[in-house]
Protein backbone atom coordinates (compact mmCIF):
# COMPACT_ATOMS: atom_id res chain seq x y z
CA UNK A 1 0.00 0.00 0.00
CA UNK A 2 1.97 3.09 -0.63
CA UNK A 3 2.54 5.40 1.84
CA UNK A 4 0.75 9.07 2.35
CA UNK A 5 2.38 12.30 4.25
CA UNK A 6 0.20 14.56 5.13
CA UNK A 7 0.48 17.68 7.69
CA UNK A 8 0.08 16.79 11.75
CA UNK A 9 -2.30 19.73 12.61
CA UNK A 10 -3.97 22.61 10.99
CA UNK A 11 -5.76 25.86 12.33
CA UNK A 12 -8.32 27.65 10.81
CA UNK A 13 -11.56 30.27 11.98
CA UNK A 14 -14.73 29.54 11.32
CA UNK A 15 -16.46 30.06 8.04
CA UNK A 16 -12.85 29.45 5.79
CA UNK A 17 -12.29 27.28 3.32
CA UNK A 18 -9.93 24.28 4.79
CA UNK A 19 -7.30 22.72 2.47
CA UNK A 20 -5.51 19.67 3.42
CA UNK A 21 -2.93 18.15 1.25
CA UNK A 22 -1.40 14.96 1.16
CA UNK A 23 1.41 13.68 -0.71
CA UNK A 24 1.92 9.88 -2.07
CA UNK A 25 3.94 9.86 -4.69
CA UNK A 26 4.18 6.07 -4.74
CA UNK A 27 0.63 5.33 -5.75
CA UNK A 28 0.23 2.78 -8.46
CA UNK A 29 -2.05 2.22 -11.10
CA UNK A 30 -5.32 0.79 -9.05
CA UNK A 31 -4.82 2.70 -6.40
CA UNK A 32 -7.85 4.99 -5.14
CA UNK A 33 -7.67 7.49 -2.52
CA UNK A 34 -9.59 7.71 0.29
CA UNK A 35 -10.36 10.21 3.13
CA UNK A 36 -11.56 9.45 6.62
CA UNK A 37 -12.66 12.12 9.68
CA UNK A 38 -12.32 11.00 13.21
CA UNK A 39 -14.07 12.59 16.22
CA UNK A 40 -12.99 12.11 19.37
CA UNK A 41 -13.89 8.82 21.01
CA UNK A 42 -15.75 7.97 17.78
CA UNK A 43 -14.64 5.64 15.02
CA UNK A 44 -13.77 7.23 11.64
CA UNK A 45 -16.25 8.12 8.76
CA UNK A 46 -15.89 7.55 5.24
CA UNK A 47 -15.90 11.16 3.76
CA UNK A 48 -14.85 11.34 0.09
CA UNK A 49 -12.77 9.16 -2.85
CA UNK A 50 -11.41 9.63 -5.87
CA UNK A 51 -9.31 8.27 -8.18
CA UNK A 52 -8.05 11.66 -10.55
CA UNK A 53 -9.64 15.16 -11.23
CA UNK A 54 -12.60 16.26 -9.08
CA UNK A 55 -14.94 14.47 -6.77
CA UNK A 56 -17.62 16.31 -5.18
CA UNK A 57 -20.20 15.12 -2.34
CA UNK A 58 -22.30 17.15 0.18
CA UNK A 59 -19.23 17.13 2.69
CA UNK A 60 -16.18 17.82 0.69
CA UNK A 61 -14.39 18.23 -2.48
CA UNK A 62 -11.32 16.00 -3.49
CA UNK A 63 -8.70 17.71 -6.07
CA UNK A 64 -6.17 14.68 -7.38
CA UNK A 65 -3.68 16.43 -9.93
CA UNK A 66 -2.69 14.07 -13.12
CA UNK A 67 -0.07 12.58 -11.98
CA UNK A 68 -2.02 11.32 -8.64
CA UNK A 69 0.83 11.76 -6.53
CA UNK A 70 -0.93 14.20 -4.30
CA UNK A 71 -4.55 15.15 -3.81
CA UNK A 72 -6.34 18.22 -1.39
CA UNK A 73 -9.59 17.62 0.39
CA UNK A 74 -11.61 20.46 0.37
CA UNK A 75 -13.83 21.20 2.87
CA UNK A 76 -15.95 24.65 2.33
CA UNK A 77 -16.88 27.13 5.37
CA UNK A 78 -15.91 25.26 8.13
CA UNK A 79 -18.04 25.27 11.82
CA UNK A 80 -16.53 24.03 15.30
CA UNK A 81 -18.02 20.70 14.63
CA UNK A 82 -15.33 20.07 11.63
CA UNK A 83 -12.73 19.60 14.43
CA UNK A 84 -11.77 16.33 13.85
CA UNK A 85 -8.64 14.14 12.27
CA UNK A 86 -8.82 13.99 9.18
CA UNK A 87 -6.64 10.55 7.33
CA UNK A 88 -5.89 10.61 4.08
CA UNK A 89 -5.33 6.71 2.87
CA UNK A 90 -4.69 4.91 -0.49
CA UNK A 91 -6.29 1.40 -1.28
CA UNK A 92 -6.32 -1.02 -3.86
CA UNK A 93 -9.46 -1.71 -4.76
CA UNK A 94 -9.49 -5.07 -5.92
CA UNK A 95 -12.26 -8.11 -6.19
CA UNK A 96 -11.67 -8.79 -2.89
CA UNK A 97 -11.23 -7.01 0.40
CA UNK A 98 -8.75 -4.29 0.72
CA UNK A 99 -6.89 -3.27 3.53
CA UNK A 100 -6.33 0.61 5.05
CA UNK A 101 -3.91 1.53 6.35
CA UNK A 102 -4.17 4.42 8.71
CA UNK A 103 -1.52 7.25 9.32
CA UNK A 104 -1.50 9.87 12.26
CA UNK A 105 -3.94 11.91 10.05
CA UNK A 106 -4.03 15.80 10.14
CA UNK A 107 -5.95 16.93 13.40
CA UNK A 108 -7.90 20.09 12.07
CA UNK A 109 -9.14 22.78 14.87
CA UNK A 110 -11.84 25.37 13.90
CA UNK A 111 -11.28 28.43 15.96
CA UNK A 112 -14.26 30.77 16.91
CA UNK B 1 -30.62 0.40 11.71
CA UNK B 2 -27.41 0.22 14.08
CA UNK B 3 -24.42 -0.85 11.71
CA UNK B 4 -21.68 -1.89 13.84
CA UNK B 5 -22.24 -2.57 17.20
CA UNK B 6 -19.16 -3.33 19.93
CA UNK B 7 -19.32 -4.61 22.89
CA UNK B 8 -18.50 -3.69 25.49
CA UNK B 9 -17.81 -0.20 25.31
CA UNK B 10 -15.12 -0.18 28.27
CA UNK B 11 -13.18 -2.78 30.15
CA UNK B 12 -10.68 -2.56 32.58
CA UNK B 13 -8.95 -6.04 32.81
CA UNK B 14 -5.91 -7.74 34.80
CA UNK B 15 -2.31 -8.74 33.19
CA UNK B 16 -2.75 -12.30 32.01
CA UNK B 17 -7.24 -12.36 32.15
CA UNK B 18 -8.79 -13.19 29.10
CA UNK B 19 -11.64 -11.73 27.11
CA UNK B 20 -13.61 -11.43 23.81
CA UNK B 21 -14.33 -8.11 21.95
CA UNK B 22 -17.91 -9.01 20.33
CA UNK B 23 -18.61 -6.91 16.84
CA UNK B 24 -21.68 -7.48 15.04
CA UNK B 25 -22.76 -5.56 11.59
CA UNK B 26 -26.65 -4.88 10.19
CA UNK B 27 -25.48 -4.15 6.60
CA UNK B 28 -24.69 -7.20 5.12
CA UNK B 29 -21.33 -6.59 4.59
CA UNK B 30 -18.95 -8.94 3.30
CA UNK B 31 -15.81 -8.10 5.07
CA UNK B 32 -15.44 -7.13 8.46
CA UNK B 33 -11.98 -5.29 10.23
CA UNK B 34 -10.27 -5.49 13.85
CA UNK B 35 -7.86 -2.20 14.20
CA UNK B 36 -6.40 -0.56 17.34
CA UNK B 37 -5.32 2.96 17.97
CA UNK B 38 -3.43 4.23 20.97
CA UNK B 39 -3.34 7.77 22.09
CA UNK B 40 -2.23 9.97 19.29
CA UNK B 41 -1.70 7.42 16.21
CA UNK B 42 -3.45 6.10 13.47
CA UNK B 43 -5.31 3.31 13.73
CA UNK B 44 -3.37 -0.19 13.08
CA UNK B 45 -5.13 -3.75 11.51
CA UNK B 46 -5.40 -6.71 13.86
CA UNK B 47 -7.17 -9.44 11.55
CA UNK B 48 -9.61 -8.89 8.81
CA UNK B 49 -12.11 -11.21 7.16
CA UNK B 50 -12.67 -10.84 3.35
CA UNK B 51 -15.88 -13.16 4.05
CA UNK B 52 -17.71 -15.58 5.57
CA UNK B 53 -15.28 -18.36 6.74
CA UNK B 54 -11.81 -16.50 6.51
CA UNK B 55 -9.88 -14.79 8.46
CA UNK B 56 -6.25 -13.07 7.78
CA UNK B 57 -3.16 -11.56 9.60
CA UNK B 58 -3.16 -8.02 9.45
CA UNK B 59 -0.24 -5.62 10.60
CA UNK B 60 -0.01 -6.24 14.75
CA UNK B 61 -2.00 -9.69 14.75
CA UNK B 62 0.66 -10.98 18.02
CA UNK B 63 -1.70 -11.87 21.02
CA UNK B 64 -5.06 -11.76 19.74
CA UNK B 65 -7.31 -14.48 18.02
CA UNK B 66 -9.87 -14.12 15.87
CA UNK B 67 -13.33 -15.70 14.78
CA UNK B 68 -15.91 -14.62 12.19
CA UNK B 69 -18.76 -16.93 14.01
CA UNK B 70 -21.23 -15.79 11.28
CA UNK B 71 -21.28 -13.32 8.47
CA UNK B 72 -23.09 -10.58 10.88
CA UNK B 73 -20.37 -11.18 13.74
CA UNK B 74 -16.64 -10.73 14.06
CA UNK B 75 -15.18 -11.42 17.43
CA UNK B 76 -11.61 -10.72 18.42
CA UNK B 77 -9.94 -12.55 21.30
CA UNK B 78 -7.07 -11.71 24.05
CA UNK B 79 -6.22 -14.89 25.24
CA UNK B 80 -3.69 -13.34 27.87
CA UNK B 81 -3.72 -9.76 28.26
CA UNK B 82 -0.64 -7.76 28.67
CA UNK B 83 -0.58 -3.53 29.45
CA UNK B 84 0.78 -3.23 25.43
CA UNK B 85 -2.78 -4.06 24.47
CA UNK B 86 -4.18 -1.22 26.84
CA UNK B 87 -5.92 0.75 23.52
CA UNK B 88 -8.88 1.17 21.80
CA UNK B 89 -10.25 -1.31 19.71
CA UNK B 90 -12.18 -0.52 16.54
CA UNK B 91 -14.17 -2.93 14.56
CA UNK B 92 -15.50 -1.98 10.89
CA UNK B 93 -17.06 -3.73 7.91
CA UNK B 94 -16.99 -2.97 4.14
CA UNK B 95 -19.55 -4.31 1.50
CA UNK B 96 -16.92 -5.32 -1.77
CA UNK B 97 -19.25 -3.58 -4.10
CA UNK B 98 -19.80 -0.48 -1.94
CA UNK B 99 -16.40 0.19 -0.86
CA UNK B 100 -15.56 2.96 -3.93
CA UNK B 101 -18.82 4.90 -2.48
CA UNK B 102 -19.68 4.40 1.34
CA UNK B 103 -16.03 3.15 2.03
CA UNK B 104 -15.47 1.09 5.61
CA UNK B 105 -18.69 1.83 8.58
CA UNK B 106 -16.36 1.85 12.04
CA UNK B 107 -18.35 0.99 15.57
CA UNK B 108 -17.97 2.97 18.11
CA UNK B 109 -14.99 1.69 19.83
CA UNK B 110 -13.83 -0.76 23.03
CA UNK B 111 -11.81 1.53 25.32
CA UNK B 112 -9.74 -1.90 27.01
CA UNK B 113 -6.86 -0.94 29.70
CA UNK B 114 -4.75 -3.68 30.80
CA UNK B 115 -3.04 -3.28 34.69
Known amino acids: LAKTTQPISMDSYEGQEVNITCSHNNIATNDYITWYQQFPSQGPRFIIQGYKTKVTNEVASLFIPADRKSSTLSLPRVSLSDTAVYYCLVALSGAGSYQLTFGKGTKLSVIP | NAGVTQTPKFQVLKTGQSMTLQCAQD?????MYWYRQDPGMGLRLIYYSASEGTTDKGEVPNGYNVSRLNKREFSLRLESAAPSQTSVYFC??????????????FGSGTRLTVV
Open chain 2, 92 to 105: ASSAIRDVLNYGYT
Open chain 2, 27 to 31: MNHNS
